[in-house]
Nanobody
Framework: EVQLVESGGGLVQAGESLRLSCTVA????????IAWFRQAPGKAREGIAC????????YYGPSMEGRFTITSDSAKNMVYLQMNNLKFEDTAVYYC???????????????????WGQGTQVTVSS
């Protein structure tokens, strides 16, 4: 059974850090692109970063690289998102998603992803 499970969210103050984890079951992350997205209330789902380390691929959304770092561990079949210097506007539900092949429109096309986790809430107080 395919499962993606996010963890590590919570309530933090502005300026603090969090590391989110995405635990994948049912397939190897070496064969898929795994991405982190977020969605704030009333806003569209936004791509943060995407990785498929087995082929040396790492991508970041606009303005995401710098405070956000995506990594993966093939042995554990997990993908991580390190978030530093968090801001109030980073408050959102964070999701990990998986896709076998990057669509023509790019990895941020969230609606074509094959698998999703249930999301983890990140709340940043100002």
């Amino acid at each position: 059974e395919v499962q993606l499970v996010e963890s590590g969210g919570g309530l933090v103050q502005a300026g603090e850090s969090l590391r989110l984890s995405c635990t994948v079951a049912g397939f190897s992350i070496d064969g898929y692109f795994i991405a982190w997205f977020r969605q704030a209330p009333g806003k569209a789902r936004e791509g943060i970063a995407c990785i498929r380390r087995s082929i040396g691929a790492t991508y970041y959304g606009p303005s995401m690289e710098g405070r956000f770092t995506i990594t993966s561990d093939s042995a554990k079949n997990m993908v991580y998102l390190q978030m530093n210097n968090l801001k109030f506007e980073d408050t959102a539900v964070y999701y990990c998603g998986a896709i076998f092949e990057i669509p023509l429109g790019g990895w941020t096309e969230w609606d074509v992803y094959e698998y999703w986790g249930q999301g983890t809430q990140v709340t940043v107080s100002s």
